[in-house]
Protein backbone atom coordinates (compact mmCIF):
# COMPACT_ATOMS: atom_id res chain seq x y z
CA UNK A 1 0.00 0.00 0.00
CA UNK A 2 2.93 2.36 0.65
CA UNK A 3 4.54 1.69 -2.46
CA UNK A 4 0.99 2.56 -4.16
CA UNK A 5 0.86 5.58 -2.83
CA UNK A 6 4.55 6.59 -3.22
CA UNK A 7 3.87 5.66 -7.09
CA UNK A 8 0.80 8.08 -7.65
CA UNK A 9 2.42 10.84 -5.63
CA UNK A 10 5.47 10.52 -7.79
CA UNK A 11 3.22 10.50 -10.54
CA UNK A 12 1.05 13.82 -9.82
CA UNK A 13 4.92 15.33 -8.80
CA UNK A 14 6.08 14.53 -12.54
CA UNK A 15 3.13 15.49 -14.15
CA UNK A 16 2.82 19.14 -11.77
CA UNK A 17 6.61 19.88 -12.74
CA UNK A 18 6.24 19.11 -16.40
CA UNK A 19 4.39 22.23 -16.71
CA UNK A 20 7.23 24.15 -15.95
CA UNK A 21 10.07 22.30 -18.03
CA UNK A 22 8.52 22.46 -20.71
CA UNK A 23 7.52 26.26 -20.53
CA UNK A 24 7.57 28.16 -23.50
CA UNK A 25 11.58 29.95 -24.29
CA UNK A 26 12.30 33.62 -25.53
CA UNK A 27 9.58 36.05 -25.86
CA UNK A 28 6.63 34.32 -26.77
CA UNK A 29 4.36 32.94 -23.80
CA UNK A 30 2.18 30.08 -23.17
CA UNK A 31 -1.33 30.29 -22.55
CA UNK A 32 -2.06 29.33 -19.06
CA UNK A 33 -2.25 25.77 -18.11
CA UNK A 34 -2.05 24.97 -22.08
CA UNK A 35 0.76 22.10 -20.65
CA UNK A 36 -2.01 20.95 -18.64
CA UNK A 37 -4.51 20.07 -21.52
CA UNK A 38 -1.75 18.20 -23.40
CA UNK A 39 -1.50 16.15 -20.06
CA UNK A 40 -4.58 15.67 -19.28
CA UNK A 41 -5.55 14.58 -22.82
CA UNK A 42 -2.74 12.08 -22.80
CA UNK A 43 -4.36 10.84 -19.71
CA UNK A 44 -7.47 10.17 -20.71
CA UNK A 45 -7.01 8.51 -23.76
CA UNK A 46 -4.51 6.22 -21.86
CA UNK A 47 -6.88 5.61 -19.38
CA UNK A 48 -9.80 5.03 -21.83
CA UNK A 49 -7.33 2.52 -23.56
CA UNK A 50 -6.67 0.81 -20.27
CA UNK A 51 -10.09 0.24 -19.64
CA UNK A 52 -11.22 -1.24 -22.23
CA UNK A 53 -8.53 -3.66 -21.97
CA UNK A 54 -9.71 -4.68 -18.60
CA UNK A 55 -13.24 -4.52 -19.33
CA UNK A 56 -12.66 -6.99 -22.59
CA UNK A 57 -10.47 -9.13 -20.97
CA UNK A 58 -13.21 -9.63 -18.09
CA UNK A 59 -15.82 -9.81 -20.26
CA UNK A 60 -13.89 -12.51 -22.48
CA UNK A 61 -13.29 -14.36 -19.36
CA UNK A 62 -17.07 -14.56 -17.76
CA UNK A 63 -18.00 -15.64 -21.48
CA UNK A 64 -15.49 -18.51 -21.34
CA UNK A 65 -17.04 -19.38 -17.69
CA UNK A 66 -20.05 -19.17 -18.78
CA UNK A 67 -19.72 -21.58 -21.74
CA UNK A 68 -18.04 -24.11 -19.38
CA UNK A 69 -20.72 -24.17 -17.16
CA UNK A 70 -23.61 -24.52 -20.27
CA UNK A 71 -21.89 -25.68 -23.40
CA UNK A 72 -25.63 -25.79 -24.90
CA UNK A 73 -25.85 -21.83 -24.47
CA UNK A 74 -22.28 -21.03 -26.54
CA UNK A 75 -23.81 -19.36 -29.81
CA UNK A 76 -26.23 -16.95 -27.34
CA UNK A 77 -23.48 -16.58 -25.43
CA UNK A 78 -21.01 -15.58 -28.04
CA UNK A 79 -23.13 -13.67 -29.37
CA UNK A 80 -23.40 -11.32 -26.42
CA UNK A 81 -19.97 -11.18 -25.80
CA UNK A 82 -19.42 -9.65 -29.50
CA UNK A 83 -21.81 -7.23 -29.08
CA UNK A 84 -20.96 -6.16 -25.58
CA UNK A 85 -17.00 -5.79 -26.73
CA UNK A 86 -17.93 -4.11 -29.60
CA UNK A 87 -19.66 -1.67 -27.22
CA UNK A 88 -16.68 -1.19 -24.91
CA UNK A 89 -14.73 -0.59 -28.06
CA UNK A 90 -16.95 2.20 -28.97
CA UNK A 91 -16.49 3.65 -25.70
CA UNK A 92 -13.30 3.83 -26.18
CA UNK A 93 -12.41 4.64 -29.82
CA UNK A 94 -14.93 8.07 -28.28
CA UNK A 95 -12.94 8.71 -25.33
CA UNK A 96 -9.52 8.56 -27.04
CA UNK A 97 -10.77 10.74 -30.01
CA UNK A 98 -11.85 13.26 -27.64
CA UNK A 99 -8.10 12.97 -26.33
CA UNK A 100 -6.26 13.62 -29.22
CA UNK A 101 -8.50 16.07 -29.81
CA UNK A 102 -8.04 18.18 -27.01
CA UNK A 103 -4.28 17.57 -27.54
CA UNK A 104 -4.54 19.48 -30.87
CA UNK A 105 -6.37 21.95 -29.07
CA UNK A 106 -3.21 23.39 -27.06
CA UNK A 107 -1.73 24.63 -30.18
Known amino acids: MKTVVISILTLFVLLFASSVAFGAEG ?17 GAGLAAIGA ?7 AGS ?9 EATNDIRGAMILAAALVEGVAL ?5 GFLMSFKVG
Open 63 to 71: ATESIARQP
Open 27 to 43: GEAAAPGSGMIAVGAGL
Open 53 to 59: GLGIGRL
Open 94 to 98: FAALT
